[in-house]
């Protein structure tokens, strides 16, 4: 790290292995990340990467909790089409875009 106590959040992206502008406004959205805004810019203190880093170091892989299970799938209930869809529509199931009503 370089010997600055704040960074820009392009700088602090670099520190942080590139990551893209998205996740780490999401990091700052949920408070994952820590942040000090001076005047109309915000900027990320040496010591918030430091304990962003340290709390974010796992020992155990991340991708088997990551991984979706079949099982959340199947369990999904399907709801009956609405009355007012075609008979084709109704027959395409739950993914079919269904017509807007018709005027009357």
Not at 30 to 37: E, P, Q, Y
Not at 67 to 74: E, H, M, Q, Y
């Amino acid at each position: 790290m370089k010997d600055r106590e704040l960074y820009s959040i392009e700088e602090a992206r670099e520190l942080l292995g590139g990551i893209s502008r998205n996740t780490i406004y999401g990091f700052l959205r949920r408070g994952d990340l820590a942040s000090v805004v001076l005047g109309c810019r915000r900027f990320i203190s040496a010591a918030a990467i430091k304990e962003f880093i340290r709390t974010a170091t796992t020992k155990v892989s991340p991708s088997r909790g990551a991984v979706r299970t079949r099982k959340a799938f199947t369990q999904l209930a399907l709801l009956p089409a609405p009355p007012l869809t075609t008979a084709r529509a109704a027959q395409r199931g739950h993914l079919a875009i269904l017509p807007s009503p018709r005027k009357r």
